[in-house]
């Protein structure tokens, strides 16, 4: 990692710790703050990354944070910007859960904008593993941006062209790598491999990749442009041809009784 990729990586997670407002994550703070009460409680931040949310839930709760991620390269600003803000109840560790089970009991456990990322075969192996950490009562938090969005699972960012997903694989592969640029990733170091990690994350997809986990979904919201309209807060667009207007979704999981 070039040290003009580590600055940019820090600014972009502390942006993300400290910005209420940060672009893509001011929905996911609202609703947490509107849904969770993290006081109290033991939190495992699955996929931290730089750690710019797991600092934003240890500062915002008075709670215990373990965050964990295979990539090295994130784990080290991840730690580096704990550091920074001399952060006391939040650790950060380079794991991989199905090589190196974890231990302890969480109660909340969340995937922030990782499932999306990992293909279906190892999510499944994942969501059975972490059911196994997950406290009585506690509950699986799983945020992402579906495949079907405008924002294409990430992919609008790199190409600018809102449903992008959609062009032929050719021409879109093209497109992103005319704007291919290294990223601050130890496992995926550039925009094409970023772009090939993809798994086209959908409901159902996620809810197969639950299978043998004995997780269930007890909450699901569908956010879209059109919650930004009072009467329409709480609307859900699941329903084809709208559905290619939802953002994020957001699942809580628990373990079925
Ligand atoms: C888009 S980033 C999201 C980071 C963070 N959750 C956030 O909201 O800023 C996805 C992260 O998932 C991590 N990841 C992917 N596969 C993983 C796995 N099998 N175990 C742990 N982390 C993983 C990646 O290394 C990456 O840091």
Same mark, same amino acid.
């Given at each position: ?7 940019? @990586? ?10 209420? +407002? /940060? ?25 931290? &990354? ?7 839930? /240890? ?58 990322? %990992? ?15 997950? /406290?009585?009562?506690?509950? %699986? ?17 790199? $190409?600018? %062209? ?21 990223? $601050? ?11 090939? @990690? ?13 299978? &043998? ?22 609307? +859900? ?21």
């Amino acid at each position: 990692m070039t040290q003009a990729m580590y600055e940019e @990586g820090l600014a972009y997670a502390e942006s993300n710790f400290l910005d209420e +407002n /940060a672009a893509h994550l001011h929905v996911d703070k609202r609703l947490i703050r509107e849904k969770f009460n993290m006081d109290g409680k033991k939190v495992l931040d699955f996929g931290c &990354g730089m750690g710019g949310m797991s600092l934003w839930y /240890a500062t915002n709760f008075k709670c215990e944070v373990h965050g964990i991620d295979i990539d090295a390269h994130h784990v080290k600003i991840a730690n580096d910007l704990k550091a920074k803000h001399k952060a006391q109840n939040v650790n950060f560790e380079v794991r991989n859960v199905l090589d190196k089970p974890l231990e302890g009991k969480y109660d909340f456990i969340v995937l922030n904008d990782v499932a999306e990322h %990992i293909q279906l075969p190892i999510l499944k192996a994942i969501f059975q593993a972490l059911s196994k950490n997950l /406290a009585a009562g506690g509950g %699986i938090y799983v945020s992402y941006p579906p495949w079907r969005s405008p924002y294409a699972s990430h992919v609008q960012h790199v $190409v600018g %062209i809102p449903w992008c997903q959609f062009l032929p694989e050719g021409m879109l592969l093209k497109m992103i790598e005319k704007n291919n640029r290294q990223i $601050v990733g130890e496992e995926e170091s550039d925009l094409l491999q970023a772009y090939q @990690g993809l798994n086209h994350l959908t409901h159902n997809k996620l809810m197969g990749a639950l299978e &043998g986990s004995g997780l269930r979904p007890v909450y699901r919201k569908s956010h879209s442009f059109v919650n930004k309209y009072g009467p329409l807060k709480n609307a +859900n667009l699941r329903f084809f041809p709208l559905d290619f207007l939802v953002t994020k979704e957001f699942v809580l999981l628990e373990k079925a009784a």
